[in-house]
């Protein structure tokens, strides 16, 4: 005979317990027809595989690398808005000099870029994350998003670029 003691220690202690969350992947691209023109910023979410959001938005003037890290910025807001945070968080950008910023492999000159790159480092110590390069053709989805924002002149809410405590 067995003598039950202490129970099932995972019911016991469910805060203590380690859990596996769903990975979040976040893609995200910026356009800018001119370089600088009108530029849009793209962001795809997926959740365990499953698309959960997707939008683009209109930046107004801008050169291609702010829109890249405006589509970086939005699209970690709209991770946190989402309560997303405590999932392992996969970016993908097709952006090199912003992969390698925000790796810390490349040096920030840029003054415009420098201040978008500092609140990018702010979100991002919020979460675990791990940024990924990768081919244009594997970010189709999210350009198509940046696209659609200059196309549409997609505003982005008001609210969320409050949240962000950035202004165009």
């Given at each position: 005979?067995?003598?039950?003691?202490?129970?099932?220690?995972?019911e016991t202690?469910p805060?203590?317990?380690p859990?596996?969350?769903?990975?979040?992947?976040?893609?995200v691209?910026g356009?800018?027809?001119?370089?600088p023109g009108?530029a849009?910023?793209?962001?795809?979410?997926?959740?365990?595989?499953a698309r959960?959001?997707?939008?683009?938005?209109?930046?107004?003037?801008?050169?291609?690398?702010?829109a890249?890290?405006w589509?970086l910025?939005?699209?970690?807001q709209k991770?946190?808005d989402?309560?997303l945070l405590?999932?392992?968080?996969f970016?993908f950008?097709?952006?090199?000099?912003?992969?390698?910023?925000?790796?810390?492999?490349y040096?920030?000159?840029?003054l415009?870029?420098?201040?978008?790159?500092d609140?990018?480092?702010?979100l991002l110590?919020?979460?675990?994350?791990?940024?990924?390069?990768?081919?244009?053709?594997?970010?189709k989805?999210?350009?198509?998003?940046?696209?659609?924002?200059v196309d549409?002149?997609?505003?982005i809410?008001?609210?969320?670029?409050?949240?962000?405590?950035?202004?165009?």
């Amino acid at each position: 005979m067995q003598l039950k003691l202490w129970g099932n220690v995972a019911e016991t202690f469910p805060d203590q317990m380690p859990t596996t969350r769903e990975p979040v992947k976040l893609f995200v691209d910026g356009a800018s027809r001119g370089n600088p023109g009108e530029a849009g910023a793209g962001i795809v979410i997926t959740l365990g595989g499953a698309r959960i959001f997707q939008d683009g938005f209109y930046l107004g003037r801008g050169t291609n690398n702010e829109a890249e890290y405006w589509a970086l910025l939005l699209g970690l807001q709209k991770v946190i808005d989402l309560s997303l945070l405590e999932h392992p968080l996969f970016i993908f950008s097709d952006s090199q000099l912003l992969v390698r910023q925000i790796r810390g492999e490349y040096r920030v000159k840029n003054l415009a870029l420098r201040r978008l790159f500092d609140r990018a480092q702010g979100l991002l110590r919020l979460c675990s994350y791990t940024i990924v390069h990768v081919l244009r053709e594997y970010n189709k989805e999210a350009d198509a998003m940046a696209n659609k924002g200059v196309d549409e002149h997609a505003v982005i809410p008001l609210d969320m670029l409050e949240r962000l405590g950035l202004a165009l």
